[in-house]
């Protein structure tokens, strides 16, 4: 029976210290999650009114890859091993291709140069506009996207923290995720039980304790799934394919990708590679109203050539690829992820598919997001809950015998004597740092929410200021932080606590409204035109934007009141939140 304490002592430790440690960096990940669901199809659809439109049919694939080969094998001197082709989106001027160079072992590098192109006139050299060399699978990350939908997947995926430190932090917050799930589970013994009684009990930290455990209960299998899913998507290139390589092939990372990924090695024999206009119009016959990201070619003018055409059926949430042999132009197969034939690329699909709910339309999305903000306010309760009982255990209720008996132990290991701290009224020294924790959770609380509707509010004034895609999306990053600290130098500073979180979630409704109106203004776009053009999805994120900016409202002003309302006589106040 000791021993059984014993071991829930510790499991309840460790789930406490867990969530305590990385829970505001956790409550990031976790509500931008629920954000950047929608960031690669809804929200970039908002953000570009041109983003549905059918792509350029003028534009030729064929003609933009040659010329870029042609400019990288003039400047190196090297034969290209492979290239990526950006295609441009609607409403967009640039395209850009990323040329690789060949690999001794037939392979491609990852190292190369990225053209950008003119997309109007890829007839001559005078197309080339930019180029850039280093890595390039970073052009993975932003260029296809919109800036606000590059903005928001890379907040949730690497906290735009540099390469590749912040995708190993958010790996490790989703291992924390998981951590938690299973220790709560094991803790509170009676959750699954306790899931259908909906209870609202006295006192601040016990409505806390209720909620943590309430929401705990009917997120369980959704957090467990989050927390496994992103931390394997985020250590899957990083540790798990260079541990695969030194296991099953003699430490051969490349040889590994290329067994996974499923393309063979190059044949070593020249062979021109099918023209690309001709493939992308297979494409288009296949599947009318196909919208294209990329096309990448492996092993270019070689006779193993493989070609990738990777892109969005109409009215599809997710991506589909469709490969062809490269020497012959012959279509081989339709992939969608978990139908692609190569182990690492279906394991990777079905993790992302998972992890952003890319496999039931606009439902899951909505679910998963809902769920998203839910697993964030659990995070927070969780980290309130503790600040209240950790507060209280140090100082007790000010001035109070049982305060005076809560402290004694804390006093004793600091070799004070009794009652120095509880036992004087109206102080409670030992409860400072818990009430600076508790502001600082207040302020990334509501900042964070503040930082997403300035980001809203600024992605179509700051996409008419910024000469780039690269600066609109640094922009509205230096947006995002700047505001989320300045809701937490509030919390901090300044006093009532309810009054500051009131105030700044008034200011969260003013900024999503303002999103609305700053869109109309100019992108020329109001919610009825959307609404006569049939863009569903621009509609719901305009009346959703619209009713979270009055239901904010609203709670924001009754929180103010709520801090501005004179404490009844004899009200105990914990020292957590002064």
């Known amino acids: 029976m000791a021993r059984t304490s014993r071991a829930f002592r510790q499991m309840h430790a460790i789930h406490a210290w867990t969530g305590a440690v990385t829970a505001l960096a956790l409550y990031v990940v976790m509500l931008t999650g629920a954000v950047a669901v929608f960031a690669r199809h809804d929200l970039a659809a908002w953000a570009d009114p041109a983003v549905n439109a059918e792509a350029d049919p003028g534009f030729s694939a064929e003609r933009a890859l040659r010329l870029s080969i042609a400019r990288f094998q003039a400047e ?28 001794e072992d037939g392979a491609a590098a990852h190292d190369g140069v990225d053209y950008r192109l003119d997309a109007g006139r890829v007839t001559d050299a005078s197309a080339v506009v930019g180029r850039a060399a280093g890595d390039t699978e970073r052009l993975y990350q932003t260029d296809w996207t919109t800036p606000l939908g590059s903005f928001l997947v890379h907040l949730h995926t690497d906290l735009w923290l540099p390469p590749p430190w912040g995708r190993y932090l ?42 943590h455990k309430s929401v705990g209960a009917w997120g369980l299998l959704f957090n467990l799934m989050i927390g496994l899913t992103g931390t394997l998507l985020s250590f899957a290139a990083a540790l798990l394919l260079p541990i695969v390589a030194v296991i099953g092939f003699g430490g051969d990372v490349a040889e590994a990708e290329r067994v996974f990924v499923g393309i063979p090695p190059a044949a070593g024999v020249e062979r021109p590679t099918a023209d690309l206009d001709r493939l992308m119009a297979d494409v288009s016959t296949r ?20 070609v990738d055409v990777t892109g969005f059926d109409r009215g599809a949430v997710s991506q589909a690829k469709y490969r062809f042999d490269g020497a012959t132009g012959t279509f081989r197969s339709r992939l969608d992820g978990l139908a692609d ?12 598919s998972l992890h952003f709910g890319n496999f039931g339309g606009g439902l899951v999305k909505a679910a998963w997001a809902l769920l998203g903000v ?32 809560l402290a004694a132990p804390w006093q004793a290991r600091a070799g004070r004597p009794a009652g120095a701290l509880a036992g004087t009224p109206g102080r409670a020294p030992s409860g400072r740092g818990y009430g600076l924790l508790a502001r600082l959770a207040g302020g990334v609380g509501v900042g964070v929410p503040l930082g997403l509707a300035g980001v809203m509010a600024a992605a179509h004034p700051m996409a008419a200021l910024t000469p780039s895609t690269a600066a609109t999306t640094g922009a509205l990053a230096l947006v995002f ?30 900024c999503l409204l303002a999103a609305v109106v700053a869109r109309g203004f100019l992108a020329g776009v109001w919610p009825w035109h959307s609404l006569a053009e049939a863009r569903w999805s621009v509609v719901m994120t305009d009346l959703v934007l619209v009713g979270l900016s009055g239901g904010l409202a609203w709670a924001g002003l009754r929180l103010a009141r709520l801090g501005l309302a004179p404490r009844a006589a004899g009200e105990r106040v914990g020292a957590a939140v002064p």
Do not use: N, Y
Not at 291 to 302: E, G, I, S, T, W
Not at 341 to 352: E, P, Q, R
Not at 382 to 401: F, K, T
């Open 76 to 103: 190196t001197g090297a034969p290209a091993g492979s290239a990526i082709l950006f295609f441009p989106q609607p409403g967009a001027a640039r395209a850009h291709v990323s040329v690789m160079a060949a690999a």
């Open 341 to 352: 034939d190569a182990a690492l690329s279906k394991t990777l699909a079905m993790l992302l």
């Open 170 to 211: 958010t790996g490790l917050l989703g291992l924390t995720l998981l951590i938690s799930a299973v220790s709560g589970l094991v803790i509170h013994r009676r959750l699954l039980r306790d899931a259908l009684l909906l209870r609202w009990p006295r006192g601040r930290s016990a409505r806390w304790r209720e909620a």
């Open 374 to 405: 839910a697993s964030a306010g659990l995070v927070l309760s969780g980290l309130m809950s503790w600040v209240e009982r950790r507060g209280r255990l140090v100082a007790g209720p000010v001035g109070s015998a049982a305060g005076a008996r």
């Open 481 to 510: 932080w700047s505001l989320v600290a300045l809701a937490c130098a509030l919390a901090i500073a300044l006093r009532p606590l309810a009054s500051v979180l009131g105030g700044l979630l008034t200011a969260v409704a003013i």
């Open 287 to 306: 599947s009318p109203g196909f919208r294209p990201a990329f096309l990448h070619v492996h092993h270019l003018d070689d006779a193993a050539a493989v």
